[in-house]
């Protein structure tokens, strides 16, 4: 199953991104546990905000990291699709 | 001595009063009285020094937390320091008034226990008339205004045959996670075991049970799943080892590396109204005593799985040998191994002994 790029994900209920300042990591927590999001993991869901479409945040990981569109967009959808089937976003 | 990683999650004891009576409570024996129980402005600093060090998350607990007025507040300015904010509750006291109180703190995530699905199992375990109504009631209101729930079921010989309909109540209350804990043996269920100890058959089933659901529901239910102890023969990695993932304060505000181990014989328990909670972590001789492997006695000194269960739990080495430091006996290189394979089919005679003040 793969997310159509108009689609505007957020964090369910219960879920967050989240920075440890005393761990310097980035964090999704989650209900009685939290996951080390990696750098990767973590410059894409710093911009699922509940109003950024999928293609927009496509877009804009593709200029900041000067790569090319449909290998970040491979990348996006399948973190993204992967967390939507754990309940951690939605679409 | 070496640094040691800051805690991830802080468990918020904050009072041993209950209005059940549940016979495997994980309180302890001596249980702290509300005159003991330490004020408002003493927690919130004490979440303030837990954020500070490194805590995620923060899991009030009891007793049962909501019979503290204070609840909201807490949960208010634990939410303002980032902290992810869970209840574990009994659910007895949540009506619409109290849980939104409690919604509007920011409250992240409920655990709702039950007793059983049963309600004169139930009641009889929780030893309050009335008390599964009130749950089930708890359960849709939770659900009604959207706060992530977990339900938790604490098994044993008397409730296990039912776990099938444990899942099914959980999946129809719309629980996004439901907890299937084989009782643990400390404290109260310690004095209770043979009265709670399931058969091998019964957990068999009861695992299977589990597995089926899991197939059943996929991610529509997250089950966690708590073996016990009896029938293994590797010890669980308690706590995620000694002193390093999990801090426990009571409602006095002793701070504890698991909530069993005030049983710790010859050692001071440190205390949030002595010292704070970052010098404690780091520097106090209870934390320090089994922390990583240095302490480890043999078999456990030269296993290659010593930094998989850290030895197993203390509490139960002690409660089992009379030696916190002893191989944790439900692990079949113990020298003792043969302890927790007699109570495992040890007889089922008597009467519960029930969590009250009243004891010893």
Redesign the interface.
Known sequence: MSVSEDSILKF???H?L?H?R??DVW?I?A????FIADPVAAAILQLVDGARSLGTIIETLAETYQAPRDVIATDVQTLLTSLI???VLSA | MSFAPPPMSLLAELTHRCPLACPYCSNPLALDRRASEMETKDWLRVLDEAAALGVLQVHFSGGEPMARHDLPELVRHANALNLYTNLITSGVLINEKTLEALDTAGLDHIQLSFQDVDKAGAERIGGLRGAQQKKLNAARLIKARGIPLTLNFVVHRENVARVPEMLDLSHELGAGRVEIAHTQYYGWGLKNRDLLMPSAAQLEASTEAVVKARARFGNSLAIDYVTPDYHADQPKPCMGGWGQRFVNITPSGKVLPCHAAETIPNVTFPSVTENSLGSIWQDSPLFNLFRGTDWMPEPCRNCSLKEVDWGGCRCQALALTGDASATDPVCARSDRHALVMEAATAGHDGEFLYRRFSYP
Request: a positive charge; zero cysteines.
């Open positions: 369910t209920r219960g967050r989240q440890d005393v761990r964090l927590q209900p009685e546990k939290a089937d754990q309940r």
